[in-house]
């Protein structure tokens, strides 16, 4: 089970980190993800990272904006949004599962997903 917190309200350029943990098992094999979706959009993916290697895969609309980070000790997985756009706003979710690297960005490929955390950019 995937829990994700850390959403909130924040002005256009301020930053917020979102946190996701696993309870009941390890993250250890699988690969981790960030999605968002938007009010009436599609799940569109974020940025993903193997738990065994510490690149990331980051979709070009947060690349240098959006970090994804691990903490091994804790089983957990965070996302550092900063530099926050109004069209940053959705609801973020964290994904995990043992997913091939041409499918990486496709939310279908994932199987345990958290319930979601909003954040919400103004301007």
């Known amino acids: 089970q995937l829990q994700a917190s850390g959403g909130g309200l924040v002005q256009a350029g301020g930053s917020l980190r979102l946190s996701c943990a696993a309870s009941?098992?390890?993250?250890?094999?699988?690969?981790l993800a960030w999605f968002r979706q938007a009010s009436a959009k599609e799940r569109e993916f974020v940025t993903a990272m193997r738990w065994s290697s510490s690149n990331p895969y980051v979709a070009d609309s947060v690349k240098g904006r959006f970090t994804m980070s691990r903490n091994g000790a804790k089983n957990m997985v965070f996302l550092q949004l900063d530099s926050l756009k109004p069209e940053d706003t959705a609801v973020y979710y964290c994904a995990a599962g043992r997913v091939i690297t041409s499918t990486i960005s496709r939310s279908r490929a994932y199987d345990y997903w958290g319930q979601g955390t909003l954040v919400t950019v103004s301007s």
């Open positions: 009941g098992s390890s993250f250890s094999g699988y690969t």
